[in-house]
């Protein structure tokens, strides 16, 4: 039986004998090694699959720790503004501990499966006509007027959360890898994994840090940029975000790792996605496919010294956004029920 986080990370959380021990089954995710893309960058690249937790995207591991320590204080209900996952996430989290979920997305900028979930799981969904950033904004002035947490990423326990992913990856490995790979939005999960990464050695697990490779979208890319970005724009919904709320996270990450922080096009992006989904396998949304684009951006700028351990962090499934997949994806061929038929278009 999977434990999830809390239980198994326990000594490395703010988990008491008070707080109450939530799980969905979150965490152990598999790392996957990834031939094709090894093969065409001549690194050594393997994928943690995120999209493996119970909703389907990193988000539960930070949910789990915010939403049991909220119940634990006594809350009665949870906010956050949201591109959709953490939406999903909360609305989880919340229904099975009992709470009340609000959430606040960008209309007509989440994608379908995340607004069922959120819908499901029966969390109040508010579409603002605005973007992410206003979003959380207004979020942010809730919480000062009314009695209800916070349970987006600047809610330390979300990164406290999510650190345990760079925990399983020394474990899979048996040390870190040379680089992490990851899409970068509002800068949570980067803070995370660094702080993960750190801790784990500080606890004398690994001797060498890997260096922090952050991938934004073109159109989404404050960081890269160096200021906040009014009207961001790209495919990968997940990610359209202009003014991130760990800026400074994402930036010690960077520059205390010796990494860096790239964008990559909506083309790329896609073209990873499909590159994932055809030669590896895996199926994953498009922001995801950001750290595998930007990985073989470098690549193909000769950034990628030869059998470089490079993990690419994959953070929600596909299955969340079916409209972007069935987008650019041919139409099923149909058919009589006829083998004649079937046999001829198959060429047989
Ligand atoms: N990948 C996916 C699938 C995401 O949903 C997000 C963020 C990111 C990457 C970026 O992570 O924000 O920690 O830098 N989604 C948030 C949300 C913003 O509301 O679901 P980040």
């Given at each position: 039986m999977k434990s999830g986080i809390l239980l198994r990370y326990r000594d490395y959380l703010?988990?008491?004998?008070?707080?109450?021990?939530?799980?969905?089954?979150?965490?152990?995710?598999p790392l996957v090694p990834a031939p094709a893309l090894s093969e065409a960058t001549r690194a050594d690249i393997w994928l943690k699959?995120?999209?493996?937790n119970p909703t389907g995207s990193f988000k539960d591991r930070g949910m789990v720790v915010a939403v049991s320590k909220a119940a634990e204080e006594g809350a009665k209900a949870v906010i956050c503004a949201s591109t959709g996952n953490t939406a999903a996430s909360a609305a989880a989290y919340a229904a099975r501990a009992g709470l009340r979920a609000i959430v606040i997305v960008p209309a007509g900028n989440i994608a379908l499966g995340k607004l069922a979930q959120a819908l499901m799981h029966g969390a109040q969904v508010l579409a603002v006509r605005g973007n992410f950033d206003q979003a959380l904004a207004l979020v942010r002035q809730l919480v000062e007027r009314h009695p209800v947490a916070l349970v987006n990423s600047v809610n330390p326990y979300r990164i406290e959360g999510q650190k345990t992913a760079a925990f399983e990856i020394c474990e899979a490995m048996g040390k870190a890898p040379d680089i992490l790979a990851i899409p970068v939005g509002n800068a949570g999960n980067i803070t995370a994994y660094w702080r993960g990464f750190r801790q784990w050695r500080e606890a004398g697990h690994i001797r060498a840090l890997p260096r922090m490779w952050g991938f934004q979208a073109e159109g989404a890319a404050p960081l890269v940029r160096g200021e906040p970005i009014a009207e961001p724009r790209t495919?990968?919904?997940?990610?359209?975000?202009?003014?991130?709320?760990?800026w400074q996270g994402a930036i010690a990450a960077r520059d205390e790792s010796g990494g860096l922080i790239d964008t990559v096009s909506d083309d790329e992006i896609l073209a990873a996605q499909r590159l994932l989904a055809q030669t590896e396998g895996l199926f994953c949304e498009p922001a995801s496919a950001a750290s595998v684009a930007g990985v073989l951006k470098l690549a193909g700028q000769g950034k990628v010294p030869p059998r470089t351990r490079i993990v690419c962090v994959l953070?929600?499934?596909?299955?969340?956004d079916p409209d972007t997949a069935l987008a650019a994806a041919p139409r099923p061929t149909e058919v009589a029920p006829d083998l004649a038929e079937i046999e001829g278009v198959l060429g047989w």
């Open positions: 703010p988990f008491t004998r008070l707080t109450p021990p939530l799980s969905l089954g979150e965490g152990d995710t699959v995120e999209g493996c495919v990968a919904t997940a990610i359209r975000i202009g003014n991130p709320a760990s953070t929600g499934s596909g299955l969340k």
